[in-house]
């Protein structure tokens, strides 16, 4: 075989110019921010891609009928690929067209790993990683080496059998939501009947606080809001979400609704450009000037909306806005919540949040004046050491008000990757819910582990004690979206064998590297996979992906749900089902139609083709699934924000200029999740990735200057070179690229859902290297 190279014309990859890393202080080009979101560069994007040589190939993923590969907002499916859940055509956006673009790159050439080294491919950026290519052959990094080599597949299920026949404590998985809900389920029922709850998910570093604040008011843990409900709202209080570039979609939704007269109130301590204005292709007309989002932005201090739910519910019951009669009614520990509320002074809930009463006042005013309220949120909220505080926060101004139960009212968490819903709906979690382990210990025919697994951040605590000994990735990058890189390449290297299931290299493969073996296996994108699968969207509708083909035409790849099957089948054999059949997809659906609450359709969507909406999770009425059948008020106190000093950093007066911030770190308008598409974020004026955006104020009053270059100190790990960028920022916070800024932080947890604190990072910027 010969070596596959990029079409003529196709930019040329990081492995074909040597590896050699970019300047992190050389912008792609210079930045001059825009005063919309959106806009023309969005247009200018589609046509770049869709005209490149690539663009046919572009235009017929497109039109595929598979869910698209971005945000959990979800489009595509039987419809038609640019058609959602209520068959509106044109729905796609520029996130579907970078994640595209992205799987149908060629494929690595044959002899790539053999030329570059393991030293070398450590130094490639997020961009560079994921620029390589394809993974198109299976490959192997064996103890002491520091380069991969192709392994045959008897020779990975061997190493993969092995490796999993051992104590059932000491193996684990994690996911991300890239794959199937099929291959998901595969996953955790392989898992179980080993007898390991070690079920590790990306949303255990995301939206875990979502599902846990929602279950324990509510009893459920989902959207609560569907795309059609959501559209008789006339209100939204939108918290900690970058819209714009994570779900640009449901910007459209936003324009419509202000064209209907109702009032968005957006929160977030970065005033994003996109959330006050956004031109969207969808309203042509308006797409250059672009249309007012945010009736009100309010920028609290980061780690600091309860205080702002808190005061929001003051106001209400000040002026006798309180719906009594729908507590009564629908609710219980209602009474405890009005009084918390009642004894918490102003003073503590403005110096928390850090706005002013009038500002609050509004908020509640706006809340108090529209019919039906969708509050929404993203990681802005769940990525904070109270979060799940700040869940039951939003809920109780929600019930206060009587905006659950309703159309066009509701909770809705906005998830990130387009499965990740659905891999919890299917059980992967290492908090197993008593009716499906039911369910399953039938569907088995023994009994299952009780006892919690690992999650996220618990699997790489437990291998950084060396308690772990075999881990299969399906997908994800688990080093780096991990806070304290350094600890989490030390505790993967703890780990004696792991396996990645992946379309494409990232830095994981490079850093997150096993004690003995480390396994890449080449997997199928969605719209290649062979399989029929179904994936779930964050409002709970269920899309089919058609099968379909690979461009790489000489690959050797394989569906996860082929290998899990087969792995199953070697660790089980025949009992207590036949493991082999699971590589019928259509069989496993009707496995999860028996064992998962909601899903009883999918055993029919074979013959049907009829996508579906999950049973009991959009509430049009005030009952819920809860042992009395009303929501469970929590009670909320306010955080405490106090930062460190500068002598906490270890930084005396020889390192002046300094100053402490509140970081937040986030992702950029070209990036999602840990794989970055554009070095640059031209909408907050960033050039680079190695930039940290601070309020104007703050740094005059610190003595530095914008374009100044410092270093960012945390609490596990140190930036050099850092460009300061003004920006909308509030005072005493900041904002950093996730994943890079991760290197600065110790894991924070928030106890009762496992998901670190990476929006309040306490950080001290100074002036040059020490």
């Known amino acids: 075989m010969t070596d596959r190279t990029r079409p003529p014309g196709d930019a040329p990859s990081p492995a074909e110019t040597h590896l050699a890393p970019a300047n992190p202080g050389v912008a792609d080009e210079s930045i001059h921010a825009p005063t919309i979101g959106g806009g023309l560069p969005i247009i200018q994007y589609w046509a770049q891609k869709t005209l490149s040589p690539q663009g046919p190939q572009i235009w017929k993923t497109l039109l595929h009928k598979s869910a698209c590969l971005s945000c959990a907002w979800g489009t595509g499916g039987q419809n038609g690929g640019f058609t959602n859940e209520l068959e509106e055509p044109l729905q796609r956006c520029m996130k579907s067209v970078q994640a595209i673009s992205s799987e149908l790159q060629p494929g690595l050439g044959d002899h790539f790993f053999a030329r570059h080294s393991l030293s070398e491919l450590q130094q490639l950026t997020s961009r560079e990683a994921d620029r390589l290519g394809r993974l198109s052959f299976p490959v192997i990094r064996r103890a002491g080496s520091d380069h991969y080599e192709p392994i045959s597949w008897e020779e990975i299920y061997a190493l993969a059998t092995a490796a999993f026949t051992l104590p059932p404590e000491r193996v684990a998985s994690y996911s991300s939501g890239r794959s199937s809900n099929e291959a998901a389920y595969l996953l955790q029922l392989m898992m179980r009947a080993l007898g390991s709850n070690n079920l590790a998910d990306c949303s255990d570093l995301c939206h875990a606080p979502s599902t846990v604040g929602l279950n324990k ?260 990058n688990l080093y780096a979206a991990n ?186 308008y070209g990036q999602h999740n840990t794989v970055v598409y554009q070095e640059a974020d031209k909408y907050r004026g960033m050039p680079h990735r190695h930039c940290i955006l601070m309020n104007a104020g703050d740094a005059h009053q610190a003595g530095f200057a914008e374009h100044q270059r410092v270093s960012v100190r945390g609490d596990a790990g140190q930036l050099d070179g850092i460009e300061i960028i003004f920006g909308a920022v509030r005072s005493g916070a900041a904002l950093m690229f996730y994943p890079e800024a991760n290197v600065l932080m110790k894991a924070r947890i928030e106890p009762r859902s496992g998901t670190p604190a990476y929006k309040r990072v306490p950080v001290a910027v100074f002036a040059g290297a020490v």
């Open 217 to 476: 008011v509510f009893g459920t843990g989902t959207s609560q809001v569907s795309l059609e409900s959501g559209r008789q709202a006339d209100g939204v209080v939108l918290v900690g979400s970058k819209g714009p570039a994570n779900h640009p979609r449901l910007m459209n939704e936003l324009i419509e609704l202000r064209d209907r007269g109702g009032k968005v109130i957006a929160i977030n301590p970065v005033k994003e450009v996109g959330l006050v204005k956004f031109g969207s292709p969808a309203h042509p007309l308006r797409l250059v000037q672009g249309e007012e989002i945010a009736s009100l932005f309010l920028q609290p201090i980061p780690g600091s909306d309860l205080a702002l739910f808190v005061g929001i519910q003051k106001v209400l019951l000040e002026r006798g806005w309180v719906r009594y009669d729908y507590l009564q009614a629908y609710t219980d520990n209602w009474q405890a919540v009005i009084d918390q509320v009642t004894a918490t002074d102003w003073e503590s809930i403005t110096a928390t949040c850090g706005l002013a009463l009038p500002d609050i006042v509004a908020a509640a005013e706006m809340i108090h004046s529209s019919q039906n309220v969708v509050f929404a949120w993203a990681m802005g909220i769940t990525h904070q050491a109270n979060s799940v505080d700040n869940i039951f926060s939003i809920a109780n101004t929600a019930l206060i008000t009587g905006n659950v139960g309703k159309p066009g009212a509701g909770l809705m968490p906005i998830r990130g990757h387009s499965n990740v819903q659905g891999f919890g709906s299917m059980g992967v979690t290492a908090h197993l819910k008593a009716t499906i382990r039911e369910a399953l210990e039938k569907l088995l025919g023994q009994s299952l582990k009780r006892e919690p697994g690992y999650d996220a951040r618990a699997l790489i605590e437990a291998a950084d004690r060396g308690l772990v000994d075999t881990l299969l990735c399906l997908g994800g």
């Open 483 to 668: 806070p304290d890189l350094t600890q989490a390449k030390r505790a993967l290297g703890h780990i004696d064998t792991i396996i990645y299931l992946s379309t494409k290299p990232n830095q994981g493969h490079f850093h997150g590297l096993a004690r003995q073996n480390t396994i890449i296996v080449p997997v199928y994108a969605r719209f290649e996979n062979p399989h029929r699968t179904t994936v779930e969207s964050g409002n709970n509708f269920v899309r089919l992906n058609s099968p379909g083909k690979t461009h790489l035409t000489e690959a050797d790849l394989v569906s996860e749900i082929d290998f899990l099957a087969e792995l199953a089948h070697r660790l089980h054999g025949n009992q207590p089902i036949d493991w082999r059949r699971l590589h019928d997809t259509r069989y496993v659906r009707q496995l999860i139609a028996q064992t998962i609450p909601g899903y009883e359709k999918i055993g029919a969507i074979d013959d049907t083709n009829a996508e579906f909406t999950i049973g009991g999770r959009i509430l049009l009425a005030p009952t819920f699934p809860t042992p009395s059948g009303k929501a469970q008020m929590q009670l909320t106190p306010l955080p405490s924000l106090t930062l460190p000093t500068l002598e906490d950093f270890d930084l005396s007066a020889r390192h002046r200029p300094a100053l402490v911030l509140a970081l937040i770190t986030g992702r950029s």
